[in-house]
């Protein structure tokens, strides 16, 4: 890795921790366990990446196989974060909190199934479908932080 990589991933590293401080000076694991879980996980994945790459290096197998497996399991807690900050926005709204969890479910879907679509008859499938998901699922991040920074009455 060059020093802008390392630089880079240091500050990574530096926001995920203020992140998790954060959350749990604010005790939000009570409130939002899988907006926490989303945290911790985070900044455990960002850590166990960095450390394969520092003991196998960049290009080996072993950091290939990390980092496919963390993103996997990051954007899966994405997933659940997402949901469980528009539950807790629109949890005041019973009828528009109805509505959202099946829409929520759909985009899920369409984003499992534009994954797949994409990936479709590439060379590397693996790294095109977990891309393709994770920027979906980033999109939707977005969203509902958007829709959660609204103030509820």
Not at 16 to 27: G, P, W
Request: charged fraction near 15%; proline fraction near 3%.
């Amino acid at each position: 890795m060059n020093h802008l990589e390392l630089t880079l991933s240091g500050v990574t590293l530096g926001f995920e921790t203020i992140l998790c401080a954060v959350v749990c000076l604010r005790k939000l694991q009570s409130r939002l366990p899988f907006f926490t879980i989303h945290a911790a996980l985070l900044l455990i994945g960002t850590l166990n990446v960095e450390l394969i790459y520092y003991h196998f290096g960049f290009h080996s197998s072993a950091a290939y196989y990390a980092y496919w497996a963390t993103a996997g399991v990051i954007v899966l807690s994405r997933g659940f974060a997402i949901a469980e900050l528009c539950r807790h926005a629109l949890r005041s709204y019973r009828g528009i909190w109805a509505l959202a969890w099946r829409i929520l479910v759909l985009m899920a879907v369409v984003f499992f199934a534009h994954a797949a679509w994409d990936a479709w008859g590439q060379p590397e499938r693996v790294e095109i479908y977990g891309l393709t998901l994770e920027r979906r699922f980033t999109n939707g991040w977005y969203w509902a932080l958007s829709l959660s920074a609204r103030p509820t009455p």
